[in-house]
């Protein structure tokens, strides 16, 4: 069992920064792959970011490569999302998730342990 949960969210201007965390706890929380999604009102929870457990890889999506980044201190048993130069667009509800296995990262259904979530809003 892993349990998860965000912290970070806020209201925040367009072109702003703002990070995310995710504390994990568990036995095993840190053989886990941890992703990032993310759903705004009236649209489909939509993937945003995964790292492996060894933080090694990482992948995201289109959307926000380049302004995103995503990271975890597996001491601290933590993962983050360092979010940049922040759109309207990125407003939305950010979960943190958690499954075995770097292959099918954008299926959220594939993730076993989720967040409470955290709301952004970025105005513009």
């Known amino acids: 069992q892993v349990q998860l949960v965000e912290s970070g969210g806020g209201l925040v201007q367009a072109g702003d920064s703002l990070r995310l965390s995710c504390a994990a706890s568990?036995?095993?929380?840190?053989?886990?792959?941890l992703g990032w999604f993310r759903q705004a009102p009236g649209k489909e929870r939509e993937f945003v970011a995964a790292?492996?457990?060894?933080?090694?890889?990482?992948y995201y999506a289109d959307s926000v490569k380049g302004r995103f980044t995503a990271s975890r201190d597996n001491v601290k048993n933590t993962v983050y999302l360092q979010m940049n130069s922040l759109k309207a667009e990125d407003t939305a509800v950010y979960y943190c998730?958690?499954?075995?296995?770097?292959?099918?990262?954008?299926?959220?259904?594939?993730?076993?342990?989720w967040g409470q979530g955290t709301q952004v809003t970025v105005s513009s």
């Open positions: 998730a958690a499954r075995i296995g770097f292959v099918r990262l954008r299926t959220n259904s594939d993730y076993d342990y």
């Open positions: 790292i492996s457990p060894n933080a090694v890889n990482s």
């Open positions: 568990g036995r095993t929380s840190s053989s886990y792959v």
